[in-house]
């Protein structure tokens, strides 16, 4: 199972790496993402001096690293499930001997295999202009990537919900949108959760999307007490649990009104 697995996300890597020129647009889109943000933040502390905590090095930091992180937690294979629930093509995978969920998986993991390489990519070009706020000691730099694997499951059980509506739907572009515009919000990839409202900051303590972007930055930048990461990492289990059970309900209704609309 996990060889089938492994071959399905080489399979998708090298889907996306066969043109080379879509690393270098994906990359260079990524740099002047960074690019704009740095010079808009660089205005701001030229007239408060100050933002939500954070030092303008750090900001920049933030930035670089929410940019080169923004492809893990936004990508995935929604838009594959739904065209295999257009063109007929779920009925082999729902035959296949791997479940649907870990076919997918298979496929998601080679997505973000591409996208890490891109954000590795981003991050060392910035590195080279920019003088970066490095994590504290290796301690932190291990406790930010664990927390960004633990997310993983959690940002792919969101898909395989959004990817569901295909069952319900023609098109389920406006659930991408949605999907997207949320986690750029409620994640800190747009802002840092610090420099919202304390409503705000109070309803994402909840949800899971603080953990994929914003709360893995902190801890680069030694912001986050260590018993502080050890609730993040429960807190991002039960989300998984919880976004699986949903998942799985919500497929198996999927698949039986699908059944019955084809006779």
């Given at each position: 199972?996990?060889?089938?697995?492994?071959?399905?996300?080489?399979m998708q890597?090298?889907?996306?790496?066969?043109?080379?020129?879509?690393?270098?647009?994906?990359?260079?889109?990524?740099?002047?993402?960074?690019?704009?943000?740095?010079f808009?933040?660089?205005a701001i502390?030229?007239?408060?001096?100050?933002a939500?905590?954070?030092?303008?090095?750090?900001?920049?930091?933030?930035?670089?690293?929410?940019?080169?992180?923004?492809?893990?937690?936004?990508?995935?294979?929604?838009?594959?499930?739904?065209?295999?629930?257009?063109?007929?093509?779920?009925?082999?995978?729902?035959?296949?001997?791997?479940?649907?969920?870990?076919?997918?998986?298979?496929?998601n993991?080679?997505?973000?295999?591409?996208?890490?390489?891109?954000?590795?990519?981003s991050?060392?070009?910035?590195?080279?202009?920019?003088?970066?706020?490095?994590?504290?000691?290796?301690?932190d730099?291990?406790?930010c990537?664990?927390?960004?694997?633990?997310?993983?499951?959690v940002?792919?059980?969101?898909?395989?919900?959004?990817?569901?509506?295909?069952?319900?739907?023609?098109s389920?572009?406006?659930?991408?949108i949605?999907?997207?515009?949320?986690?750029?919000?409620?994640?800190?990839?747009?802002?840092?959760?610090?420099?919202?409202?304390?409503?705000?900051?109070?309803?994402?303590?909840?949800?899971?999307f603080?953990?994929?972007?914003?709360?893995?930055?902190?801890?680069?930048l030694?912001?986050?007490?260590?018993?502080?990461?050890?609730?993040?990492?429960?807190k991002?289990?039960?989300?998984?649990?919880?976004?699986?059970?949903?998942?799985?309900?919500?497929?198996?209704?999927?698949?039986?009104?699908?059944t019955?609309?084809?006779?």
């Open positions: 199972m996990l060889k089938t697995m492994i071959q399905l996300a080489k890597f090298n889907h996306y790496n066969i043109y080379k020129s879509n690393f270098y647009l994906f990359t260079l889109n990524r740099i002047v993402e960074i690019i704009v943000y740095i808009v933040w660089q502390y030229n007239q408060t001096g100050n939500g905590g954070f030092t303008l090095s750090q900001m920049i930091t933030y930035y670089i690293l929410a940019t080169a992180f923004s492809s893990i937690a936004l990508w995935g294979i929604n838009q594959t499930m739904a065209h295999s629930i257009r063109n007929g093509q779920i009925n082999k995978e729902l035959l296949n001997p791997l479940s649907y969920f870990q076919y997918y998986f298979g496929l993991l080679g997505e973000l295999a591409f996208a890490v390489v891109i954000g590795f990519a991050f060392t070009l910035c590195a080279i202009f920019w003088k970066l706020a490095l994590p504290v000691n290796f301690l730099f291990i406790l990537i664990l927390v960004i694997l633990l997310g993983i499951p940002t792919f059980f969101i898909q395989i919900i959004v990817g569901t509506v295909g069952f319900y739907t023609n389920i572009w406006g659930m991408q949605l999907r997207k515009a949320v986690i750029k919000i409620f994640s800190g990839i747009i802002a840092p959760i610090s420099l919202f409202p304390i409503w705000f900051q109070n309803i994402s303590k909840f949800l899971p603080k953990e994929l972007i914003y709360t893995p930055i902190n801890i680069w030694g912001k986050m007490p260590y018993n502080e990461i050890l609730f993040v990492i429960i991002q289990i039960i989300w998984a649990v919880i976004l699986y059970i949903i998942a799985k309900i919500f497929f198996k209704h999927a698949v039986k009104n699908l019955i609309n084809g006779g």
